[in-house]
C-alpha cells in the first residue's frame, strides 16, 4: 500500500483544513495516510491516518518566521523519510514551501494553490518580489500543482507564468446531508429565526469584506425592519464590525456567532446567504450554502464565485447592476475598505441591500433559486470531486 502525506498548518477551522480532512479520511481505505500538522492544537475537524504534530505554531517576526520556516522543514523530511511516503500532498503558502523542500527520494510532491494570488497583496493587485518568488519556486518544483477554481488556474498561467501542462483544477467536495447531519438543531432553539434572516460565514479579515454587508444591511433596515443578520466567524477585524455596527446604530439587528463546528442548520433556517468576499479562490461556503438550500448573493470576486453561480458565463470587470445567475445572484465586487459609518453607500453595498430585499420579499425569486441551489450543489458531490484527486494521484505515481 502507498504511503501518503498531507500537509496543512491546523485542523481548526478554514476551507484548506476542511479539505485536508476530507482527504485524510476518504484515502485511509486506499493509502497508508500520514497527516502532517504544524500546530495540532484546538482540532475541530476530524480526520483519519496517522498524525504527527510537529508543534511549531505561527512566529512573529522575519527571523522568527525563517527559523519556524527551517524547523519545520527539517522535521517533515525526517518524518517522510521514517514513513517513506510515496507520494504528499500540500495545502496553503506555508505547507507548500515545506512540501517542496522537504522532498525526500522519489516522492512525487503535489502543491495546492487556494486563493487568486495575483489579488492576495491587497486590494491595490500588485504582486510583491514574495508572491514571485513564492510562485517560482512552487511552479518550478512541484510536479502538480492543484488549484481549487479555473480562475485561480488562469491566474496562474497568466501572471506567473507556470505551464498549463503542470497544473490541474479540482473543486472542494462538499456534501450537504452530511453537513446537516452534524449540525445541531439546538442552534436554532437558542435563535428566534424570523423569516427575514440572512446569513453570512467567513473570517473578519480584509479579504472578506463583511463591513459592505454591514452597510448594505442599513439600508434592508430601512425598508425591512425586523430583518437580522447573523454573522458567522471571528477574525481580526471583529471589533471593528461591531464597532461599525454600532455607529450605524443596527448592532441589535446584528448577531455576531462566531466560530461554529457546525452552523449548516442557522444557515439552512435563514432566507439568504451572502459572501461580500473582495478576492477568493473559491468561496466553498457558497457551496455550502447551496447544499442547505438557501439562495446565495456573492460578489462578482476574483475568482470563484461566478464559477459556481453563473459558469457558463464570462467575468465582465465591474458589474454595473446585480446580475440574476443561473444559480445565484452576483453584485459588484468593492475595491475598497471603509468603515465609515457616515459615508453614502457605494454601488457594490446598494446592489448588495438591493438583491437581499429582492430575496427577502419576493417568493418567486426565492423558490427560484432555493431549487437552483439544490440543484448546483450535486456538482460538487464528495465521492466525484475525491475520485479527482485519487486519479491524479495515480496518474502521478505511473
Known amino acids: 500500500m502507498r504511503n501518503l502525506a498531507i500537509i496543512i498548518p491546523t485542523l481548526n477551522g478554514g476551507g484548506a483544513e476542511r479539505t485536508a480532512s476530507n482527504l485524510s479520511i476518504f484515502f485511509d481505505k486506499i493509502y497508508n495516510v500520514h497527516l502532517i500538522v504544524f500546530d495540532a492544537r484546538n482540532i475541530r475537524y476530524p480526520y483519519a491516518g496517522t498524525l504527527h504534530d510537529l508543534s511549531l505554531p505561527p512566529k512573529t517576526g522575519k527571523i522568527g518566521k525563517l527559523i519556524n520556516l527551517i524547523r519545520r522543514i527539517s522535521r517533515t523530511k525526517k518524518i517522510k523519510?521514517?514513513?517513506?511516503?510515496?507520494?504528499?500532498?500540500?495545502?496553503?503558502?506555508?505547507?507548500?514551501?515545506?512540501?517542496?523542500?522537504?522532498?525526500?527520494?522519489?516522492?512525487?510532491?503535489?502543491?495546492?494553490?487556494?486563493?487568486?494570488?495575483?489579488?492576495?497583496?491587497?486590494?491595490?493587485?500588485?504582486?510583491?518580489?514574495?508572491?514571485?518568488?513564492?510562485m517560482n519556486i512552487t511552479g518550478s518544483k512541484s510536479d502538480k500543482i492543484v488549484t481549487l477554481s479555473k480562475g485561480v488556474e488562469s491566474d496562474l498561467i497568466k501572471s506567473f507564468h507556470i505551464p498549463p501542462s503542470k497544473i490541474t483544477t479540482i473543486y472542494n467536495p462538499c456534501d450537504g446531508e452530511l453537513l446537516l447531519e452534524k449540525s445541531s438543531l439546538d442552534i436554532l432553539r437558542s435563535m428566534k429565526m424570523g423569516a427575514h434572516s440572512v446569513a453570512t460565514m467567513g473570517r473578519m479579515t480584509p479579504q472578506k469584506g463583511q463591513w459592505l454587508l454591514i452597510r448594505a444591511f442599513s439600508k434592508v433596515l430601512k425598508r425591512i425592519p425586523d430583518a437580522k443578520l447573523y454573522i458567522l466567524g471571528t477574525g481580526i477585524l471583529e471589533s471593528r464590525l461591531k464597532e461599525l455596527a454600532e455607529k450605524l446604530h443596527i448592532s441589535s439587528s446584528i448577531e455576531f456567532c462566531g466560530f461554529m463546528e457546525a452552523p449548516h442548520r442557522l444557515i439552512q433556517a435563514c432566507r439568504v446567504f451572502v459572501f461580500p468576499s473582495l478576492y477568493e479562490g473559491l468561496g466553498n461556503v457558497i457551496i455550502e450554502s447551496l447544499a442547505c438550500g438557501t439562495p446565495a448573493i456573492a460578489c462578482d470576486c476574483l475568482s470563484g464565485p461566478r464559477e459556481i453561480l453563473a459558469p457558463d458565463t464570462e467575468y465582465v470587470g465591474s458589474l454595473k447592476s446585480a446580475e440574476y445567475g443561473a444559480y445565484g445572484i452576483l453584485v459588484k465586487v468593492a475595491n475598497d475598505n471603509t468603515f465609515d459609518a457616515k459615508k453614502t453607500l457605494s454601488d457594490t453595498e446598494i446592489q448588495l441591500a438591493d438583491a437581499i430585499i429582492?430575496?427577502?420579499?419576493?417568493?418567486?425569486?426565492?423558490?427560484?433559486?432555493?431549487?437552483?441551489?439544490?440543484?448546483?450543489?450535486?456538482?460538487?458531490?464528495?465521492?466525484?470531486?475525491?475520485?479527482?484527486?485519487?486519479?491524479?494521484?495515480?496518474?502521478?505515481?505511473?
Open 81 to 134: 523519510a521514517i514513513e517513506k511516503i510515496d507520494v504528499s500532498i500540500s495545502l496553503m503558502d506555508g505547507p507548500n514551501l515545506v512540501n517542496i523542500f522537504s522532498r525526500y527520494g522519489h516522492e512525487v510532491v503535489i502543491t495546492s494553490i487556494r486563493i487568486f494570488m495575483s489579488k492576495a497583496s491587497g486590494f491595490s493587485g500588485s504582486i510583491p518580489y514574495f508572491r514571485e518568488m513564492l
Open 358 to 398: 429582492d430575496v427577502l420579499e419576493n417568493d418567486h425569486v426565492w423558490e427560484r433559486y432555493h431549487n437552483a441551489a439544490l440543484l448546483r450543489s450535486k456538482f460538487f458531490s464528495y465521492n466525484s470531486i475525491m475520485r479527482e484527486w485519487q486519479n491524479l494521484i495515480e496518474h502521478c505515481i505511473s
